[in-house]
């Protein structure tokens, strides 16, 4: 199996408060999966501490990238309760990503226990990848990974770096607009973990760039039925 990964940016707006956001992702929409799905294996929500949007990110852990496609899934999307579509046509902003693992430095489980609900990472930069040039893409994605671990694995505080190639990805909201630009992401998707002040320094690499720099603090990581907190 090829372990998946899902990377949801969200921004409440002027049409959502942040008590029904929050109500609605912490007692409906994260317990659909988390409590009825062993494929979920992690899920934790994390909130902007760069002062920029969106402001909201939840992030899931899952075993295999056939759970996207798997109807236990799928349906939770297709058959959403009237409150769910409701709201989801009120937020600014639901940018949804779906990946596959490309690339893991493997976790200091002394530290932190990632995302999981008994020690989730408390600090978190994320960032894309954009190309600058015509490369060979994963050869140059590999090379900038191995500058990264020799600068990442002796700052301080630093739990885990992961990189996740993007499948599918897809935004709605009422700020997106019908044109073509507005649903670009980056191929790439990158999670650094800390466990306190986090700082981020890009090895030199001509063919790439950083893109969509954020940070993140943790606002809560939930039990599931995977980890075996849930009955």
Not at 180 to 187: G, H, L, M, W
């Amino acid at each position: 199996m090829t372990a998946g990964f899902l990377a949801v940016l969200s921004e409440p707006g002027s049409q959502v408060s942040l008590d029904e956001f929050h109500d609605w992702y912490n007692n409906e929409h994260i317990p659909l999966r988390l409590n009825n799905l062993p494929s979920f294996l992690t899920g934790a929500r994390y909130r902007a501490s760069d002062a920029l949007t969106p402001s909201w990110i939840a992030l899931y852990d899952i075993d295999s990238t056939s759970t996207f496609s798997d109807e236990s899934y799928t349906r939770l999307r297709s058959n959403r309760s009237p409150r769910e579509t409701d709201l989801i046509q009120r937020l600014e902003l639901l940018d949804r990503r779906t990946l596959v693992a490309y690339l893991d430095s493997g976790e200091n489980s002394e530290k932190t226990a990632s995302l999981r609900w008994s020690n989730p990472t408390p600090i978190l930069i994320t960032h894309g990848l954009d190309f600058n040039v015509a490369s060979d893409e994963k050869n140059a994605v590999d090379s900038w990974w191995k500058g990264l671990l020799d600068i990442v694995m002796t700052t301080d505080g630093w739990v885990r770096s992961r990189v996740f190639e993007c499948i599918d990805s897809g935004k709605v909201g009422t700020r997106i607009n019908e044109c073509r630009e507005s649903q670009d992401v980056p191929r790439y998707f990158v999670v650094h973990e800390y466990t306190g002040i986090a700082t981020f320094m890009n090895p030199p690499y001509p063919s790439l760039k950083v893109v969509e720099q954020r940070k993140w603090e943790l606002y809560r990581a939930y039990p599931c039925i995977a980890q075996g907190n849930i009955s």
